[in-house]
């Protein structure tokens, strides 16, 4: 089963719960913590279980039916109580189609009446769930499956202490000590021989050797991490939104203070250029890069110190 095809499936049930004749059972499937209410974080545990399989030797969220596995039915459920309530079954009835009756007359030709009865549709909408705070500093894209890195401490000043500040600015290439060659990271120099870069921090890495350090520590359990492509980071753009990106990867608290990576409020995205690993075909000194103050795809040089996100997954 893949991400994008449960989180297509999260979205398309937000948009049918709104518009379509569907029926919940009572149980409230989806409250994995017994408190009432199906939260966001346990419609992401759900799709995790749904994915990964169910954890063997505690209870799997999202299996409704005790089978020992999460199906798209049962998320499906889920999101419908995230809408709506677990006191009462969900039920949306869309209007009926006329019915015609046959009167006969006085006559040998019979007349036909048409009758329906029609019920106003929910008039309720529902901002359809997209990205889903991990609490582990990372956040899952529902629509994509993608996984991104969330940046924290908005401030306008870079910390070269802490790898996921927002404001830190890495260049896309950089030079092997002491030889004559460009480079993305130490494979791409001599064996022995580093790949330096002046960054904003002072840290010497460009934006590849800043995720191979992500990897090394293995941040947030995993070593798969990239620098995102042109398509993977424009399908994060908003352009109703400044910056213009989508909302739920820069929250109202991002600032000074906004420095938790576990806080789900607490998520921040530089209107200023982004790299991507996408270099421009035709001219090796450049690579295309995103502006998040008007949403702009634009190529840069790979000298030029721009932030950077990373990403994992399919």
């Known amino acids: 089963m893949k991400y994008g095809t449960i989180g297509a499936t999260i979205l398309l049930t937000t948009t049918m719960l709104a518009a379509g004749p569907n029926s919940v059972s009572a149980q409230c499937c989806g ?17 995790r279980n749904a994915l990964d399989g169910c954890p063997k030797d505690a209870p799997c969220c999202g299996d409704c039916n005790s089978d020992g596995r999460v199906t798209v039915s049962e998320l499906i459920t889920a999101v419908g109580r995230a809408l709506g309530s677990c006191d009462a079954p969900v039920t949306h009835t869309q209007a009926n189609t006329p ?14 009446t048409a009758t329906a009865t029609a019920t106003s549709p929910p008039t309720a909408t529902h901002t359809p769930i997209r ?15 993608l996984l991104w890195e969330k ?24 030079r092997c000590q002491n030889v004559d060659a460009d480079c ?17 921090q002072g840290t010497g890495l460009t934006a590849f ?8 520590r293995q941040f947030a359990g995993f070593q798969d991490w990239r620098v995102p492509s ?26 000074t203070s906004c420095l938790d990576l576990g806080d789900p409020d607490c998520s921040c995205t530089s209107e200023d250029p982004h790299w991507t690993a996408t270099a421009d075909e035709s001219d090796a000194a450049r690579a295309w890069r995103i502006d998040f103050d008007n949403g702009a795809v634009v190529l840069g040089n790979k000298v030029d110190d721009l932030r950077v996100r990373a990403v994992r997954g399919p």
């Open 151 to 174: 940046k924290v401490g908005g401030d306008g000043a870079p910390d070269g202490s802490n790898d996921h500040d927002a404001d830190n600015r890495y260049p896309w290439r950089g």
């Open 230 to 255: 042109l398509d993977e980071l424009r399908s994060l753009r908003d352009l109703d939104e400044r910056p213009t990106i989508d909302p739920g990867f820069h929250q109202p608290g991002c600032g």
């Open 209 to 216: 050797k800043w995720v191979a350090r992500l990897n090394a």
């Open 31 to 47: 409250d994995c913590d017994g408190n009432g209410s199906v939260a966001i974080a346990n419609l992401v545990t759900a799709v």
């Open 131 to 145: 990205a889903a705070d991990n609490g582990d500093g990372t956040i899952t894209d529902l629509t994509t499956g």
């Open 184 to 200: 993305k990271d130490d494979g791409d120099c001599p064996t022995g021989v580093a790949c330096r870069a002046g960054d904003q």
């Open 99 to 112: 019915t015609p009756t046959s009167t006969p007359t006085e006559t040998t030709t019979p007349s036909i």
